[in-house]
Nanobody, 126 residues
Framework: QLNLVESGGGAVHTGGALRLSCAAS????????FAWFRRTPGNERELVAA????????HYAEFVEGRFTISKDNAKNMVILHMNNLEPYDTAIYYC???????????????????WGQGTQGTVAS
């Protein structure tokens, strides 16, 4: 069992930055892969970034375009999403998700993640 709690959302202007944190409690954190998804108004959840359980493999959605960085700190049971150069289209509820894959890789689909946080709102004003 894994419990996820996100924090760090807020409101910024175009070009600003946010640092989202996902604190995980539970056993064997270092064997879990993590991802950040987001839900923009009127849309389904979409993948933002994912990392394998070691943190050595990462994946980013095309819309990220080098602006975001996902990192996993196994010592602190924390996953961080640094978001820079934010645009109004990045306004969304951001969710942390986790799964326990059979190897050091990540999943890309919401259906592959069994643990979810409650979400944190990020708002970017023009």
């Amino acid at each position: 069992q894994l419990n996820l709690v996100e924090s760090g959302g807020g409101a910024v202007h175009t070009g600003g930055a946010l640092r989202l944190s996902c604190a995980a409690s539970g056993r064997a954190f270092d064997t879990y892969a993590f991802a950040w998804f987001r839900r923009t108004p009127g849309n389904e959840r979409e993948l933002v970034a994912a990392t394998s359980w070691s943190g050595s493999k990462t994946h980013y959605a095309e819309f990220v375009e080098g602006r975001f960085t996902i990192s996993k700190d196994n010592a602190k049971n924390m996953v961080i999403l640094h978001m820079n150069n934010l645009e109004p289209y990045d306004t969304a509820i951001y969710y942390c998700a986790s799964s326990n894959p059979p190897g050091d890789f990540y999943w890309l689909d919401t259906t592959d993640y069994g643990y979810w946080g409650q979400g944190t709102q990020g708002t970017v004003a023009s």
